[in-house]
């Protein structure tokens, strides 16, 4: 008898896929690799040597001739390779015994499917606990009382489908329907173990047995012990699980299981849930073999897509630095812009070269200038946002995409501390201090470019004028003086006519409760539908709307929607939703504002008790004499005055200005991002909370994304807050069926829920 040696036959094709194939094989050390064009050639290869422990053979191109070579393997475990002209309806239970296929992939092959079946193969696997469960199934059929022998391969080939990775390009929408009907079953939840490692995220589901009320089968008992790794397998029959019983008798089901999803190293991945009304098909004995089959087949596609994110994901990130790198960052700037399109949002990219960086290459070598680059890199990640895509883009540049900005001068805030930031000693490993500074460019989204490639070039050119101005600062790209006149001109005629045309709209943005989260008011925010540009953001228009006087008809337009939308969802849904919208400086000085707020509120039916009206800072610093005026015949028709972006000057810390009535304060979002980054950001917080405190005011935080900027808030007695983590700003049909859909206090007047990323 010919002996095995420690190598792995590789018989395809396409001289890609054997490339493709020898690489994964190479990662996994399986010992000499024998690759072939053809059945001739892996003939040759095996007369010279032992024979190999696996191989993985075409089965397109010769299919007779590849069966005649696996009679030559004495028995090695086959990965069959096909691809669309030779299709899986040509696979048998027959074909599969008779030459060991324990898997199959399909060209052209992709890297982290082949790596994963060979592992499966060459450590003990999906594969094998399926042909495993396979030979049970045909073994319970010889001794199931009316199963006919013959009977059994035509049910290995109704599962032969689901075992061939290949079928993966249809989804569970492809696996799932041929799982029901081989197992005979109405309910099928393929699940996964969720983030926090004790429960489950449903993946794929098809039911037939859901009744109104029926419990999440998930969260029974019997799910959450395959959780754990014990399957659970009901057949039908007297002698139920007590802990399904109430689940079979929700549903009318007499057969249900729930069985672990291994990986190859017998690690729980998920669960599969199946129930089924009929306890004849399959037999009894055959049933719990099927099932392992099948579960092993949705493992294996757990395993896959795990398996294809990690390599996705070793793939789009710096080796060096750990940062995203340019792939990656062109991907998720591309991301920004459809988001930015469809909301409106402004955002910038910055581009980040280290000055006179080869001069550190040269003189100290590049294993210093390796320090410096992995130490700027993890500096430049903590002085932006967590929201913020830093990247590696080539050599000592890096690149960076600032979301969630209102305007320029929001952006210029944050490249200038990230200019501050960078300028900080470094201590190398030999503890030698080095300085080393940075020179930026900044362009700004829709003002500079509307696509990416615009963007990164712009800001390219405005980092290269910066290294012309003397290196160490920050340059923002600019149009040239004639040209952006032009284009404000343009801009401003289309503006003129953006509300006959339609292309207005209002989203909003939901507060809600720290305490309860639940939503107490909405902000109003105006939007641009430009026919060209997209979604233009107020920060990019409305400057000009207020230098060209059109702030004011555009303006109440804006409030007349808005507090028609908020009236209508109290009637529908929140009795007690508020409306808070911020106007201008120039609306603010309109004479008849006291009186359109009146018209607006009368017409709507919305009353003005439930109107928050926002004024910057800035414009309540140095009131006129008759902005106090107006304020206080606003509070005294009901509306609610609110200083907008507190903290910005000084006037949210300090006593009211001349007896200027204000009933809120709006912590500006510039540092609550900087909650857990900036001390001095946070005493800022404390101080405004506390002031506000002592003068009665009720606070608003605007900008929350991560929880622990919420902790903190909530920790200091912040009552309100809004952000991307409770919702991002919707229109005005989308919020209202957020607000509907969401259980109410019984106080009927606080609001609802919303969920975190909405």
Request: with cysteine; aromatic share 4%.
């Amino acid at each position: 008898m010919r002996r095995r040696g420690r190598s792995v036959l590789v018989v395809a094709a396409s001289r890609d896929d054997r490339r493709v194939l020898f690489d994964a094989l190479d990662g996994l050390d399986p010992g000499e690799i024998l690759s072939a064009r053809d059945t001739a050639h892996a003939h040759a290869l095996l007369r010279q040597g032992p024979l190999p422990v696996l191989a993985i053979m075409d089965f397109e191109h010769a299919p007779d001739e590849a069966r005649a070579l696996c009679a030559e393997l004495a028995g090695a475990p086959v990965i069959g390779l096909f691809g669309a002209a030779f299709g899986a309806g040509r696979l048998t239970a027959a074909m599969a015994a008779e030459c060991n296929i324990q898997s199959w992939l399909r060209a052209p092959v992709d890297a982290a499917e082949a790596e994963l079946r060979i592992r499966e193969v060459l450590v003990g696997t999906h594969a094998e606990t399926a042909h495993e469960a396979s030979r049970s199934v045909a073994s319970a059929a010889a001794d199931e009382p009316g199963e006919e022998a013959g009977s059994v391969p035509a049910m290995l080939q109704t599962l032969a489908g689901l075992l061939q990775p290949g079928r993966d390009s249809a989804g569970w929408s492809g696996l799932l329907p041929r799982a029901m009907d081989a197992l005979g079953m109405d309910l099928i939840i393929v699940a996964e173990r969720d983030a926090s490692g004790d429960g489950l995220w449903p993946l794929a589901r098809m039911d037939r047995l859901s009744e109104p009320g029926t419990s999440d089968p998930l969260r029974e008992a019997f799910a959450r012990q395959a959780l754990r790794g014990e399957p659970v397998v009901h057949t039908g029959g007297r002698g139920a699980d007590t802990q399904g019983e109430a689940f079979m008798r929700a549903t009318g089901s007499v057969r249900f299981a729930a069985l672990p999803l291994f990986d190859t190293h017998r690690n729980v991945l998920g669960v599969m849930v199946c129930a089924s009304r009929r306890a004849d098909t399959p037999a009894a004995g055959l049933l719990q073999p099927m099932l392992e089959i099948v579960a092993s087949r949705f493992a294996a596609v757990l395993e896959l897509r795990a398996e294809r994110e990690r390599g996705r994901h070793r793939a789009l990130l710096d080796g060096l630095t750990g940062l995203p790198n340019r792939m990656l960052f062109n991907d998720r700037l591309e991301s920004a812009l459809q988001d930015a399109r469809r909301t409106g949002e402004v955002f910038a990219v910055l581009f980040v070269d280290l000055d006179r960086f080869k001069g550190i290459n040269d003189s100290l070598g590049h294993g210093v200038g390796d320090q410096v680059l992995v130490a700027e890199a993890h500096r430049l990640q903590a002085l932006l946002r967590a929201s913020d895509t830093v990247a590696r883009y080539a050599g000592d540049e890096f690149t960076a995409i600032l979301r969630h900005v209102d305007d320029r001068a929001d952006i210029a805030g944050a490249a200038a501390k990230v200019l501050h930031g960078m300028q900080a000693p470094l201590i190398l490993d030999n503890g030698s201090e080095l300085q080393v500074t940075a020179s930026i460019g900044v362009s700004v989204f829709p003002d500079d470019a509307a696509d990416a490639e615009g963007l990164i070039r712009h800001a390219d050119m405005a980092m290269y004028n910066a290294k012309g101005q003397g290196r160490n600062q920050v340059q923002a790209f600019g149009n040239a003086p004639g040209e952006a006149h032009r284009q404000r001109l343009e801009m401003e005629s289309r503006l003129r006519d953006a509300e006959a045309n339609r292309e207005l709209c209002v989203h909003y943005q939901p507060q809600v409760d720290i305490a309860s989260e639940a939503v107490v008011a909405v902000e109003a925010l105006l939007r641009w539908r430009h026919p060209v540009l997209g979604m233009l953001s107020p920060g990019f228009f409305l400057p000009l709307a207020e230098e060209s006087g059109l702030i004011i008809p555009i303006g109440e337009w804006a409030l007349r929607r808005a507090c028609a939308d908020v009236a209508e969802w109290q009637q529908r849904s929140v009795a007690g939703l508020r409306l808070a919208v911020n106007l201008s400086s120039l609306q603010w000085m309109s004479p008849n504002l006291v009186t359109m707020i009146e018209s607006v509120c009368r017409d709507t039916g919305l009353s003005p008790r439930m109107l928050d009206l926002e004024a910057s800072e800035s414009a309540l610093a140095h009131p006129p004499p008759e902005l106090a005026g107006v304020l206080r015949a606003l509070r005294e028709i009901g509306c609610r005055i609110v200083i907008d972006d507190a903290g910005v000057g000084r006037l949210g810390m300090e006593e009211e200005a001349d007896g200027l009535p204000a009933d809120a304060i709006k912590i500006d979002h510039g540092f609550i991002r900087n909650i857990g980054s900036d001390p001095d950001d946070e005493v800022v917080i404390t101080s405004l909370l506390d002031a506000a405190r002592g003068d009665g005011r009720r606070v608003v935080a605007e900008g929350v994304e991560t929880e622990r900027q919420l902790e903190f808030l909530r920790e200091r007695g912040c009552e309100a807050a809004q952000g991307y983590l409770f919702c991002r700003p919707l229109e005005a049909a989308a919020l209202g069926e957020l607000l509907a859909a969401r259980p109410h206090p019984a106080n009927g007047g606080e609001g609802s829920p919303v969920p975190a990323h909405a």
